[in-house]
């Protein structure tokens, strides 16, 4: 069974930081990896997805994770924080056939401060 | 194009009253998915609809929970009896079959008093 660990319930950075927020996974088969970003009473939205290929995936927003397998980590950096970045941030995981449920993480809700 | 919708967005109901939550996919999405998030946790998988029929519901917490989905299109979720702990955001995503992303709906809060 999958499973997804977000260190850090909050985050808090300076506008114009770098931005890291922090997910391992427990899959006992290649896993699919995404990141989601939920603002105040939205939806979640997809920031982006590692499925195959490079490990280093690009998303929406400047956003980027690399998937590491010897860590089973994917950890979501932003080189540099805007306020409009202040939001829920959701690492998730399904198994590599598709069409699964995703389990999701706790969530890391992140602050960007003036 | 239109999105995932749920209605409605938020419900306040008595404990031990009947609730149905509505989920409209985006056109042509066959696979359907129902995720319940409390507050301060990441959703929680309850039913996945592949078509008509659903292909998974063990995230279902007990039998006062069904969901239906009778022409592979909207879905409607409904809770019996509901009880206080059933408060939560009841999230609905679609995606297309064999495709992995899932696109969310704003959710539905609902509020058991």
């Known amino acids: 069974a999958q499973s997804v660990t977000q260190l850090g319930s909050h985050v808090s950075v300076s506008e114009g930081a770098l931005v890291l927020l922090r997910c391992n996974y427990s899959s006992s088969v290649p896993p699919y990896l995404f990141w989601y970003v939920q603002y105040p009473n939205q939806g979640l939205q997809l920031l982006l997805k590692y499925t195959t290929g490079a490990t280093l995936v690009k998303g929406i927003n400047g956003f980027e994770a690399e998937f590491k397998k010897s860590e089973t980590s994917f950890h979501l950096t932003k080189p540099s924080a805007h306020m409009s970045d202040a939001a829920e941030y959701f690492c998730a995981v399904i198994h590599y056939s598709g069409n699964t449920p995703l389990v999701f993480g706790k969530g890391t809700r992140l602050s960007v401060i003036a | 194009g239109a999105g995932v919708s749920q209605t409605p967005s938020n419900k306040v109901t008595e404990k031990g009253k009947y609730v149905e939550l509505r989920c409209d996919p985006i056109s042509g999405h066959t696979a359907l998915y129902w995720y319940r998030q409390s507050l301060g946790q990441g959703p929680e998988f309850l039913i996945y609809?592949?078509?008509?029929?659903?292909?998974?519901d063990s995230g279902l917490p007990n039998d006062r929970f069904f969901a239906v989905r009778p022409e592979g299109s909207v879905s409607t979720l409904k809770i019996q009896r509901t009880e206080r702990g059933d408060s939560a955001v009841y999230l609905c995503?679609?995606?297309?079959?064999?495709?992995?992303?899932?696109?969310f709906g704003p959710g539905t809060r609902l509020t058991v008093l």
């Open positions: 609809f592949q078509g008509t029929g659903a292909a998974d």
């Open positions: 995503a679609s995606s297309f079959k064999r495709d992995n992303e899932q696109f």
